[in-house]
């Protein structure tokens, strides 16, 4: 999972970065102002399983972050390896202003979130028709020259593009109404910035870290949609905060109020705005969080785990972690019959702990 932060100059990117970075992952220059790290997602499910099966390694779902230099500046289109992260991302993270600072003046002079929202999208916007447009020309060139069934291709993707740069024209981000996953695998390879699911990320004042759950929920009821999700974080802080001791860094929250867990609580939205299910393998060597598709099957699952688990399925047995903490081992729950045996065309659910048996 490959994730883009984007915003405004100066709307706290990098520091974003760096607080979600600090404690849970690594980072590595990209150069030319790009950043790029790899965070693991903290999941307390997985912690306890980890615990209950003694797994010698407990291996949570990583995604990568990748900071990207200013884009757009003064209409620019994005180049180089910034525009080939930004394309290639599952999703954006949208960082936008809300602090008070009087050292870092802002780029248009006032503290505006919801109009820099606004602002960053419409360049989203644009982008995204620039590359429609693009390739709508290069389509009527191959209607009109090429054979017929290429023909017959090139016109069936231009009525799809069609279709979406009429949402475009009316101002519409394609991931406020594009939510068929059909639709969305067939224009996904196009980089399309505004198909992308959003995390809107409120980057709040140290002075306003109290209210963080009021501000978060007040924009959350004005701007969340299917796939656009919002949280708040005053990104300084917990960037600073982590380079203390825990001790230190208590004493800080407790002075200001700030609480605890406000990054978990960012990656905890990540992981809601990607829309995928979490399952786990309890294995006493690795303990693992997998992620796929809502929606996908218990041998899509397998063969997240390995193609020949996939390959060999026979079946799965399946308990909910909450269940397998609660009875205390896989043979408990084989005796009290609630350890599920499913076949290949099992939905899996959220937290589902699995065990494939396969034959290769
Ligand atoms: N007071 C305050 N300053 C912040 C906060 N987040 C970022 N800044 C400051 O704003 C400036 C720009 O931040 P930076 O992360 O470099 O923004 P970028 O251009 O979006 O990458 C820096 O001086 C940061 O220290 C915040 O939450 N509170
Ligand atoms: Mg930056």
Request: charged share 30%.
């Amino acid at each position: 999972m490959d994730l883009a932060i984007v915003g405004l100059p100066f709307s706290g990117k990098t520091t974003v970065f760096k607080a979600l970075m600090a404690g849970h992952g690594s980072a590595s220059a990209a150069g030319r102002g790009e950043a790029i790290g790899s965070v693991k997602i903290p999941d307390e499910r997985l912690q306890s399983l980890g615990v209950l099966v003694a797994a010698k390694k407990i291996t949570p779902i990583e995604v990568v972050l990748h900071d990207l230099p200013a884009l757009f500046e003064r209409g620019a289109a994005p180049s180089g390896s910034a525009a080939e992260a930004l394309g290639r991302a599952d999703a954006l993270i949208h960082v936008v202003r809300e602090f008070e600072r009087d050292d870092v003046p802002h780029p248009t002079g006032t503290i505006d979130a919801d109009r820099d929202i606004g602002a960053f999208d419409a360049e989203m916007l644009l982008h995204d028709l620039g590359i429609i447009d693009r390739r709508l020309d290069k389509l009527d060139t191959t209607a009109r020259t090429a054979k017929t069934a290429e023909g017959e291709a090139a016109q069936r993707e231009s009525e799809m593009l069609k279709r979406a740069k009429t949402h475009l024209d009316a101002e519409t981000p394609l991931r406020d109404v594009i939510t068929d996953e059909g639709d969305i695998k067939a224009l996904a390879n196009f980089g399309l910035l505004t198909l992308k699911p959003m995390l809107i990320l409120v980057n709040i004042s140290e002075s306003a870290v109290a209210e963080r759950d009021a501000i978060e929920a007040e924009f959350r009821e004005r701007r969340a949609k299917a796939r656009t999700s919002v949280t708040a974080l005053c990104a300084r802080l917990e960037a600073e905060l982590a380079e203390l001791s825990p001790e230190e860094a208590k004493e800080f929250r407790d002075d200001m109020n700030a609480g605890e867990g406000a990054t978990d609580h960012v990656l905890e939205a990540i992981r809601e705005m990607l829309g995928l299910v979490t399952f786990f393998t309890a294995g006493d060597k690795d303990t693992r969080a997998w992620t796929i598709p809502n929606g996908a099957t218990v041998l899509q699952a397998a063969g997240r785990i390995h193609t020949d688990i996939e390959r060999g399925f026979i079946r799965a047995e399946v308990i909910a972690w909450d269940k397998l903490l609660e009875l205390g081992s896989h043979n408990e729950a084989r005796k009290a019959g609630q350890l599920r045996q499913e076949g290949r065309t099992y939905i899996v659910q959220e937290g589902d702990v699995i065990n494939v048996l396969f034959n290769v």
